[in-house]
Each structure stands twice: as C-alpha cells, then as structure tokens.
Antibody, heavy 121, light 107 residues
Framework: QVQLVESGGGVVQPGRSLRLSCAAS????????MHWVRQAPGKGLEWVAV????????YYTDSVKGRFTISRDNSKNTLYLQMNSLRVEDTAVYYC??????????????WGQGTLVTVSS | DIQMTQSPSSLSASVGDRVTITCRAS??????LNWYQQKPEKAPKLLIY???SLQSGVPSRFSGSGSGTDFTLTISSLQPEDFATYYC?????????FGPGTKVDIK
C-alpha cells in the first residue's frame, strides 16, 4: 500500500537550517506531484510547497519563499524540504502528502505521519 | 490568494445527529474543493475530493456538495468515530489554502 514516512525533524535554534525527508513506497513516485503541509501546535493546516512529478515546477507559500526549498530524488523515491533561516513561527508538524491524481482538480492523499520541527533558542 | 472560511468553527452533536459544515471560498474555485478529517495527534485523512466524490473506503454517511464559492460537508448520522476536526481545502490555485477547521465534539 502507499506509504509516506517523514524524518529529519528536531529542535533547532532560530536562524539555523534543517532538512526534512519523506520516503515514499507503494506507488510510482516519479509520476506524482508531492506537497509539504505544516501544522503549528494547536493550529490549523497550512500548505507549504509543491513540486511537480519531475521536479521542474515548484511553488511555495509566501512566508517560506527564499528560505525553504522543495526537491525530490526520483531514483530514491524521496521528497525533501530544505529549511534555512528558520524562525520561531516555523515550529510545526510537517507532513508530506501525495497528489491524488495526475491532473487537476487534485487533492492530497495519503499523508505521512508527520515530523515535528521546533525552532527555539 | 484564495481565502477559505468555514462555519461553524465548532459544534457539539450527539451520535445519530445529522451534521452540516459549510465552507466558502473568496472567489470561484469551480469544484476544486476537498474535505479532510483529522483526529488528535493523527495526520489528516481525505474524505471528499472534487467537491462531491467520496474517497474509497470512506463511509457513505459522508457526502459533499457545492460548486463555485459555497460548499457543504454532511454527515448523515454521526458515529462515535466521527468526532474530529474537519478542514476544507481549495486546489484551484497556489497557495492551496485550507479553511480554519470545524471541530465536532460530543454533546
């Protein structure tokens, strides 16, 4: 079955960097767009970034533009989120999610279990 | 950016009740609207996609309707496992915004 497993979360000081990974299995990873979505403690869901199936197109929410980079390695079935210049407000559980289909309209299914990033001095 | 609103923000209901949650987009999004259920400490789960299509494996008591700017999620007969937070999300354009959520708890 389709499975997404995030890793790389942890506690980091403001201004530092962290790289999240999402290992995918159970589907042809190289044919689906992938997303990162985050959820601050006790808050709602916030979409962060998307990357197309081949990595040629990437889009970000404004608050992370210029600081975060989404990427993928289709040979390793792995999605990444490089997070630089981290801020306290980036503290959240980060989920990776697979696009439902290969065209629009689209949706997120399934989601990984999430990895917690805490930015604190 | 497209803003998503939901109402109510929370509700208390009993097992067997019919529950309706409303989602509104700040501009027309056609049928590019999805619904997710999230239980505490768990990842969100897709319930409804493209406004009215039931995801495989989701009980038929869940249904979605609407198009354009106004959408509805209905639970026809609330079950104990349905107590959770529900989010709508638009996939019309980036950023793919979510509604603030509706928490459904036990009366």
């Amino acid at each position: 079955q389709v499975q997404l497993v995030e890793s790389g979360g942890g506690v980091v000081q403001p201004g530092r960097s962290l790289r999240l990974s999402c290992a995918a299995s159970g589907f042809t990873f190289s044919t689906y767009g992938m997303h990162w979505v985050r959820q601050a403690p006790g808050k709602g869901l916030e979409w962060v970034a998307v990357i197309s199936y081949d990595g040629s197109n990437k889009y970000y929410t404004d608050s992370v533009k210029g600081r975060f980079t989404i990427s993928r390695d289709n040979s390793k079935n792995t999605l990444y989120l490089q997070m630089n210049s981290l801020r306290v407000e980036d503290t959240a559980v980060y989920y990776c999610a697979k696009e439902g289909v290969l065209a629009a309209p689209n949706w997120f299914d399934p989601w990984g279990q999430g990895t917690l990033v805490t930015v604190s001095s | 950016d497209i803003q998503m609103t939901q109402s109510p923000s929370s509700l208390s209901a009993s097992v067997g009740d019919r529950v309706t949650i409303t989602c509104r987009a700040s501009q027309s999004i056609s049928n590019y609207l999805n619904w997710y259920q999230q239980k505490p400490e768990k990842a969100p789960k897709l319930l409804i996609y493209a406004a009215l299509s039931l995801q495989s494996g989701v009980p038929s008591r869940f249904s979605g309707s609407g198009s354009g700017t106004d959408f509805t999620l209905t639970i026809s007969s609330l079950q104990p496992e349905d107590f959770a937070t529900y989010y709508c999300q638009q996939s019309y354009s980036t950023p793919f915004t979510f509604g603030p959520g509706t928490k459904v708890d036990i009366k």
